[in-house]
């Protein structure tokens, strides 16, 4: 299946829309009355693994969407937001940094732990959520990729907790054991109003030893222009990606393997993604429209080791799969806590008051699991499983003195200073039975048996305000222990139609509070909170037809949560402080549409479509924290998108020359449940964006000129802040028209 749009970026919000339908059609009709010469008579057909077997994505009966490498490279895609309108009810909330994102499928979004499971091949790279409220999922660039895998609807059955509503898979390509090539690219970035950048990636593959050892690396670097100011420095955060690849490959026979993977990306930025409107006075800010209001430098960072050893043995009864992984992330986030300070301290702002507050946390997680997937001569499949996670997290809060140019005081005065330490441990069990009652009907159950302790110690080393802190907390563990499952019943009544009807529990697992935190904002908070859970009620189709040259699928799905995971305010009269707690109910009412299409050879449409209706459907027991009806924050209730893609022979040389067009619509967005009185929700306007691409390849060398944002809407798609009511709001908005031209070789 073929995905052509590239950066789901901004257009005007209200009207327009006949002007960006045209704008999509005549990058493509312009040039229909030319043949296109051995052009694909069918669209390209994806095989998956997103039921831990392969399959061919229509046979597969679940909601699943999958772009390949080739896809990816074609359209210069280079992060999630290159594709991520393209998936009918996935969206991001974007919290301003690179790595400080929150995955949302079918509208399922919330504090606490992640709802999408984030896999790169079978390393788990799930953000952890318990410190900011759900964001922090990891932007994984995308070179030298196999395929994405988008997998909606619960899939905690078979990828465990986390993946209460979905999960994401990054899979690598692997060493190729026959044939040495490699690839190198070079590109150009501008942003309006901003600064120019670049990017670079190169691939080589080596086979060592004919059909039985190969080696495989891959570079990638990105420098994307900054558009945002401060007084500091102009174009602040402009982004920097360093990453690397290594991967080696063993065939000891035919069908036994070995293979390793190591993979390394840093992420940079002197500052985040938003601006402010309104200085600390709330008044007008007299600057360019994209400037932050701050005393103090706001870098953030992310460093991502990853690794992966995998064993599978393809005998002829079924495929044993043995992995082992580790992912090593530190993630670095730093605001201005010049006002805070100020209020309660006493302390000039641009004088002694002038401070950050620094986020440093590191993870180390460690995943195994061992599986069994059978291909017996008879109705019956099964895949059993185990799976065991190890994770070490220690997160430190402290507030610290900067200097008048903004920086870290070389020996600043410690306002605060605390750290907390988690040690998480899962262990599950995992079963499908498949059961192919008759030719048409197939019949599928599973389950999972899951246990997870969260074991948590804290301490507060130095007190707010600089003094000696309270000391170390007491050691807290939160214990989760069941199981859910899943029932999947589909039909062929035709060859290349397949329906399917399934219900699927999805879970996360709950934790514990913070208590020393909580002792220093001299306010009491329950030791800890517990899993939400949600029913996913779905019937879905996929079709294929005129040999390949349409596809339609779609789905209906309900969906039913309970014991919300939610962030509670404690009070103590001067002060405020947060936590995780359980409450409410909500329920999911949706549908997914996918067309895509060849009308004449050369020529390749796509439409998508999903509507959500998110809310409330019990109140949040404090009225202040949400009413039945509210909607769930930053989840539209429509999206749809147009992408049409044309490629013709130029005749000299077997070049061939491409056009294309995307146009995506994304409906009102809220920040928040509703707040009684709704002071602090913003409700985000609809918006639209549009691409416009051409390009000149052969087989061994292309060339691409991007325009995303073609219409240079700005509009705010999230805002952050540090408190509320006491910082002016900081909106994070769509990146402004972005020009890329860039240049692959192939050898």
């Given amino acids: 299946m073929h995905f052509y749009a590239i950066k789901a970026r901004s257009g005007p919000a209200i009207g327009g829309v006949a002007t960006r339908l045209l704008a999509c059609a005549a990058a493509s009709l312009l040039t229909t009355s030319v043949w296109a010469v051995e052009a694909p008579t069918g669209l390209e057909e994806i095989v998956v693994t997103a039921t831990k077997r392969q399959e061919n ?19 210069n895609a280079i992060d999630v937001d290159d594709w991520v309108h393209l998936v009918p009810g996935l969206a991001t909330q974007d919290n301003g940094a690179s790595g400080d994102k929150r995955y949302v499928i079918r509208g399922v979004n919330a504090a606490g732990a992640g709802t999408v499971g984030l896999y790169l091949d ?24 196999d395929r994405v895998e988008v997998l909606k609807g619960p899939q905690g059955t078979t990828f465990g907790s986390s993946s209460m509503t979905g999960t994401i898979r990054f899979i690598t390509a692997k060493p190729n054991l026959t044939d040495f090539g490699g690839s190198a690219g070079a590109g150009y970035r501008q942003t309006q109003g901003g600064g120019n950048g670049s990017q670079f990636d190169a ?41 690397g690849r290594a991967s080696a490959k063993l065939a000891f026979t035919d069908n036994i393997t070995l293979t390793g993977m190591a993979m390394t990306q840093n992420t940079s930025a002197d500052a985040p993604d938003y601006y402010n409107s309104q200085n600390f006075n709330f008044q007008p800010i007299g600057q360019p429209r994209f400037y932050q209001d701050i005393y103090a430098r706001e870098p953030t960072g992310n460093n991502m080791d990853m690794y992966e050893l995998a064993f599978e043995d393809k005998a002829s009864y079924g495929t044993y799969t043995v992995t082992a992984s580790r992912f090593d992330r530190d993630f670095r986030y730093t605001r201005d806590a010049s006002a805070v300070i100020n209020l309660y301290l006493g302390l000039p702002i641009d004088g002694a008051g002038r401070s950050v507050i620094n986020y440093p946390k590191h993870r180390d997680v460690s995943s195994y699991e061992a599986r069994f997937a059978s291909s017996w001569q008879f109705p019956v499949q099964v895949l059993v499983g185990g799976f065991f996670q190890n994770e070490q997290r220690h997160f430190e809060s402290h507030v610290v003195t900067a200097d008048p140019n903004g920086f870290v005081d070389p020996t600043p005065s410690v306002l605060l200073d605390r750290t907390q330490d988690d040690t998480i441990r899962e262990k599950t069990f995992f079963a499908e039975v498949n059961w192919a009652i008759t030719d048409q009907w197939k019949l599928t159950l599973g389950g999972r048996r899951y246990d997870i302790s969260d074991l948590q110690r804290s301490d507060a080393i130095v007190g707010f305000g600089g003094g000696p802190g309270g000391g170390p907390g007491p050691a807290l563990e939160a214990t989760n222990v069941g199981q859910i499952g899943k029932a999947n019943l589909s039909y062929t009544p035709i060859e290349h139609v397949l329906v399917y009807a399934q219900v699927a529990q999805g879970f996360r697992p709950g934790g514990v509070n913070d208590q020393t935190a909580a002792a220093i904002a001299g306010v009491a908070i329950p030791a800890g909170f517990g899993s939400d859970s949600l029913i996913n009620y779905e019937l879905g189709g996929k079709t294929s037809w005129l040999n390949n040259r349409l596809v339609a699928n779609g789905a209906l799905y309900y969906i039913d949560w309970s014991k919300i995971q939610i962030i509670e305010q404690a009070t103590s009269g001067s002060s405020t402080f947060p936590y995780t707690g359980n409450a409410g109910r909500a329920t999911v009412k949706g549908v997914e549409l996918e067309f895509e299409a060849i009308p004449l050879p050369g020529w390749q449409v796509g439409a998508y479509f999903n509507y959500n209706q998110a809310e409330l459907a019990g109140d949040i027991p404090n009225p202040s924290k949400g009413l039945v009806g509210d909607p769930i924050p930053y989840v539209p209730k429509t999206t749809f998108t147009l992408t049409s893609n044309y490629e013709w022979p130029l005749g000299v040389r077997e070049m061939s020359g491409t056009v294309g067009a995307d146009y995506s619509h994304i409906s009102a967005r809220n920040s928040a449940l509703q707040t009684d009185p709704a002071t602090f929700v913003e409700v985000f306007p609809a918006y639209e964006t549009t691409t416009l691409r051409a390009g000149v390849k052969t087989d061994r060398w292309s060339a691409l000129v991007n325009l995303a944002n073609v219409f240079n809407n700005t509009a705010t798609i999230a805002d952050t802040t540090v408190q509320q009511g006491l910082y002016p709001q900081a909106n ?16």
Avoid: C, W
């Fill in 203 to 243: 691939m080589v593959n080596l086979p060592v030893m004919t059909d039985r050892f190969a080696l495989r690396f891959a570079a990638f670097y990105l420098d994307n222009p900054g558009y945002i100011s401060n007084q500091f420095e102009r174009d602040a955060n402009e982004t920097k990606v360093k990453a």
């Fill in 122 to 145: 079978d390393v788990v790279i799930t953000g952890e959520n318990s410190q900011d409220g759900g964001g922090q999922a990891p932007d994984i660039m995308l070179f030298d990729m």
């Fill in 57 to 75: 994505i229509q046979d597969t009966p679940l909601a699943v969407q999958a772009f390949s490498g080739d896809q990816l490279s074609a359209i």
């Fill in 732 to 747: 994070i908005p769509n990146r402004p028209r972005t020009l890329s031209i860039t240049f692959h070789s192939k050898f």
